[in-house]
């Protein structure tokens, strides 16, 4: 009979909680089959994305080194991580495109975490906990992403499933070659990443509480881990003191409050975006499996029964789903320091799906099923979003192969980010302040300017390069988590104001027939001074209607247009006149002096809003600036590009 219900439930003889449907028992290698491929065809699909953030750290120092060069560098740079993944990268790079087989690690890794989750499943929390825990590693966002990242929190994520599953297995069995095999893949997690130490603990304080009987083995174990690691001591401290600044910076970007802390753990699972709908979901469902696993509990009690089985296993998957986030919490109470990212929570993902599982399955079975059913496609949901480019790394390898295509042998190609188009650009780049690019756009070159959009609002000038006299020809969208925008710069800028059938209208090199409309937008004039070297011309100007800044700011001496720009500096007096969306209103322009020229005493100023313009009037001290410098006769100032 007993035999019966344990086959019944699924879990063996390590079972601890109270028969499931035989559906579980039936389903469970064939579903964690079809898991482990999905997830590895999920990440595959993702496996070319561009190269991004410290994974270029990553690439060069495995590129561009032997496998004792690999060390060494990781060793004594401001890399805070040890040296396993880099080696294992360094294994990669050595078949392929090395921009994408630096990922391999990751990749296999990431696939393999799906089927030792269900394993450790089947040895905690039963089968089907673990067929649930499982479908949630292989789909999360979080484990997709560094299943597909050339950094070591992949390789850590499955290492801390192994060695959990090892140390079942040798506690069990005993035998000194599992002992071994425990001893081996702990050490592994230790050379992989500093936040491994905390499931490492997580571990061993279970296993001493749980184990009596096999504390001398626990003992043995640990000490010959200890001094296995006890090499890479110098190199952690000497990493430690060469990333002060970097530790400080991090603490500061990443301070530890109450109102990240959730937000952290969100991340891991399900995943981003924390506000989503079905991350939303997601939370609910578990928010009442919680609530009905209690009142099961409570009502077992009352009924003076009790939960089948013993329950360390479930403690054990308890420990090291919370046991990272908890270490992690109190390693940045520390002044300047702090770990509260979500990356470095990986470590508990594998326990922390498997304990969303059991709290799921072990619900009464006709709630159960639909419970399961809402939490894992709320997940899945989220993996399919990670197919959307807009959810992926900058695309830096596809602006670079467009470049390629489209740049002539004579164009100049700029980059704000250098180092990462330089992975997959085949021509030749140079510095964004080299002014001889920008002169050869003015007489007819082209200048491709690549620009990370890091906020939405802040995309390419329509003017670039020294005082803003090249126009934007042309531009192109790639689209990332922080998308790319290609321009295209070439030409002067020109511009002059005309009289078409009694209207007054202006044309310049991004713009024809804008009619110069009282009212069509707000400003002034506020300062005329002329320096040493350049005529400055400064004040403010909004849209005048929604109250934002106004696209473009032209002067103009008589018809002749002498600059441009656009209002980018705050005006917080403006703001508070016109509102909050008002404050980024304050322009300046400059016109450059090489030779004399009649001071521009009829200076004119125009705000541009789409097809519209509006004249800027002067304020009382800016007109007598303009007015003293007339009655001087002659002045020395530049004319503008479009006169030459």
Known sequence: MVNRVRAMSGRGSSGDGPSKPDFWRRSGLAGVAALTVGAFAIRLAELDQSLWGDELYTYRIVTENTVWGVFRDVAHTTELTPPLHYLFAWLGVQVGDPTITVRLPSLILGTATVPLVYALGLQTVGRAAGLVGAALVAMAPFAIYYSVESRAYGTLIC??????????RALRHGGPVSWVAFGMSTAAVLYTHYTGVFVVLGQLGWALWTHRDRVTQLAFVHVAVGLAYAPWLPSFLDQ?????????????????????????????????????TWVAIFWATIGVAI?????????????????????????????????????????SVQPHASLLLSRNLGA???????????????????????????????????AVETLDHDNQRPPYREVAHYLDHVAGPDDVILTGQPDYVRLYLRRRFLPENDPSVWERAAHGGRVFVAHLELVPTIGLPRLAGPNNRVPLRGE??????????????????????????GQLVIDWSLGHDIQVTPKATRGAVDSVSMSAAVLNIAGWATDGVGQAGAEAVLAFSGRRLLAAGWPTAPRPDVAKAYGSRAILSG?????????????????????????????LEPTPRAHDAIRRGASKGRMTTRPSIASR
């Open 587 to 615: 322009y300046a322009l400059t016109v450059p002096i090489t030779r004399s020229h009649d001071l521009p005493s009829r200076l004119r100023v125009f705000a541009l809003v789409r097809s519209r313009a509006s004249e």
């Open 476 to 501: 192109r969208r790639f689209a990332g988590s922080f998308p790319l925008v290609v321009g295209r710069y070439t030409g002067r800028l020109e511009g002059r104001l005309r009289r078409r059938n």
């Open 240 to 276: 430690r003191s060469r990333s002060s600044g970097q530790t400080e910076r991090f603490a500061r970007e990443f301070p530890l409050e109450a109102r990240r802390i959730p937000h952290t753990v969100t991340a891991v699972l399900p995943g981003y975006p924390p506000g989503g």
């Open 348 to 382: 508990s993902l594998p326990a922390f799906a498997l304990l969303v599982g059991w709290l799921l399955t072990s619900l009464r079975p006709w709630f159960a099923m639909p419970a399961v059913a809402v939490a894992v496609a709320a997940v899945g949901v989220g």
């Open 159 to 168: 290492l801390s499933a192994l060695s959990t599953l090892l140390l079942l």
């Open 291 to 331: 609530v009905g696993v209690a009142l099961g509990v409570l009502g077992r009690r009352r009924a003076g029964t009790h939960q089948a089985g013993p329950p360390r296993m479930t403690a054990l998957i308890v420990v090291l789903a919370l046991v990272t986030p908890l270490g992690v919490v109190l390693y």
